[in-house]
Every structure is written in C-alpha cells, then in structure tokens.
C-alpha cells in the first residue's frame, strides 16, 4: 500500500511564504517524476510544478516565485512558495510517479493567501 503524507499548508498574508512537504512510503517501487498541482474552488486541477532527475518545470504563473525540489533518499517532494498571492489559494497536490507509469497522489492540503 501506497501512501502520500502532505503537509505546510495554512493561512498566509498576501506577500508571504509558504513550504509544502510530501513525503511517499509503501511499496511505490522506483521514483520517476514527483510534482505538486493545485485546484481552486470551481477550477480544474492544474499543474504547478514537476521534477524530475533531470529538470525541472513551473507553470508560467508561478514561475519566479515557487521552488519545487526533492529528496530521493528520503521518497520526499517539496514546494518552496514564495511572494504568495491571493490567487494562489487553493488545495495543493502531490502526486508521484513511478517508473513505469504508475501514478498516485496524496489527499491535498489547503493554502489559503488573504489579502
């Protein structure tokens, strides 16, 4: 069994920082691409960010004030939030993929920006 512990979230100030955590554990076998996605009330889930062991990618709109990053050894994804603004409000995502497509992802935690 396959399980995705997500944590960081919380209420922020327009302008503040934030630092979301997942970390995977069971039997996900080998790690191919990690990445956070949000959704907004009345929005479709959308990507935010995704690693892997070679690049990185963000979506344009978070791009300059987000950081996701990794931790291998210990099966953990991060999501550094920056210069947070309302319109990032949202439950964010994690979601794991293994090496040969097998995808899963964690219950969301919410990140609420007041302004």
């Known amino acids: 069994q396959v399980q995705l512990v997500e944590s960081g979230g919380g209420l922020v100030q327009a302008g503040g920082s934030l630092r979301l955590s997942c970390a995977a554990s069971?039997?996900?076998?080998?790690?191919?691409?990690m990445g956070w996605y949000r959704q907004a009330p009345g929005k479709q889930r959308e990507l935010v960010a995704v690693?892997?062991?070679?690049?990185?990618n963000y979506a344009d709109s978070v791009k300059g004030r987000f950081t996701i990053s990794r931790d291998n050894a210990k099966n953990t994804v991060y999501l550094q939030m920056n210069s947070l603004k309302p319109e990032d409000t949202a439950v964010y995502y994690c979601?794991?993929?293994?090496?040969?497509?097998?995808?899963?992802w964690g219950q969301g935690t919410q990140v609420t920006v007041s302004s």
């Open positions: 979601k794991v993929v293994n090496v040969v497509g097998r995808d899963y």
């Open positions: 690693i892997t062991s070679a690049n990185t």
């Open positions: 069971g039997s996900i076998f080998r790690i191919n691409t």
